[in-house]
């Protein structure tokens, strides 16, 4: 559907574009299965929630890729995951909460959240942030969208994450311009070249209520 914003694209629901994606990524499976690629990114074994009323991107690109986790909080095993990889040149995010569940032995299950840029006029800024997404539901707005561009020759968005981990001639997608609203994902990993977080709060506990959703 077209939107109002002449060169712009808008879904409903932000998982319909990373259907490709997460295609993308399990080509990359293959390849690593096939001793053609190597895993070079080690990231724990558990995924974290992230919700957020509003992210803004400038410079998008989406693309698959690989993580290696752990299998459990001991680190002893690794296995390979798909993933989406979003990058942006510059974020801002309003309403960031990101939670995590840890199961430890003997203990029982532990909750960390944390919560920042709650006031509209001071949110979260990131540069060079790349988000290695499992999952993701929003409502979503592209400004000038290429999709199906080759890994190696997209234009925007930082440089690709991990080389070794992603096929140089494989499916990604690219735009000037995101806007998310209504996000909620979850994700294997985040790194960011700067990353401030206005209003920081954060807790640990043993209330399920404590996760982000």
């Not at 680190?75 to 990101?98: E, L, N, R, W, Y």
Request: net charge neutral; charged share 20%; proline share 4%.
């Amino acid at each position: 559907m077209e939107s109002p914003v002449r060169g712009g694209t808008r879904w409903k629901r932000f998982a319909v574009v990373m259907v490709p994606s997460v295609a993308a990524a399990a080509c990359v499976g293959v390849g690593l299965a096939q001793g053609a690629l190597a895993a070079s990114f080690s990231v724990s074994g558990q995924q974290f929630k992230v919700k957020a009323s509003h992210l803004h991107g400038e410079g998008f690109a989406q693309y698959g890729g690989i993580d290696e986790v752990y299998e459990t909080v001991e680190g002893k095993k690794k296995k390979k995951v798909p993933v989406a990889i979003s990058s942006f040149d510059t974020a801002t995010i309003t309403k960031m909460c990101q939670s995590v569940k840890t199961d430890i032995p003997f203990v029982g299950s532990i909750y960390l959240r944390l919560e920042a840029g709650n006031d509209p006029k001071k949110p979260v800024e990131a540069e060079n942030l790349y988000i290695d997404v499992a999952q993701l539901d929003a409502d979503a707005e592209f400004k000038n969208i290429d999709i199906g561009v080759a890994v190696q020759d997209k234009t925007r968005g930082p440089a690709n994450k991990d080389r070794a981990t992603t096929l140089p001639g494989g499916f990604a997608q690219q735009a000037e311009s995101a806007d998310l609203y209504g996000v909620e994902q979850t994700a294997w990993a985040t790194s960011a070249g700067t990353f401030k977080l206005s209003g920081l709060s954060m807790r640990l506990g043993a209330n399920p209520k404590m996760e982000c959703y």
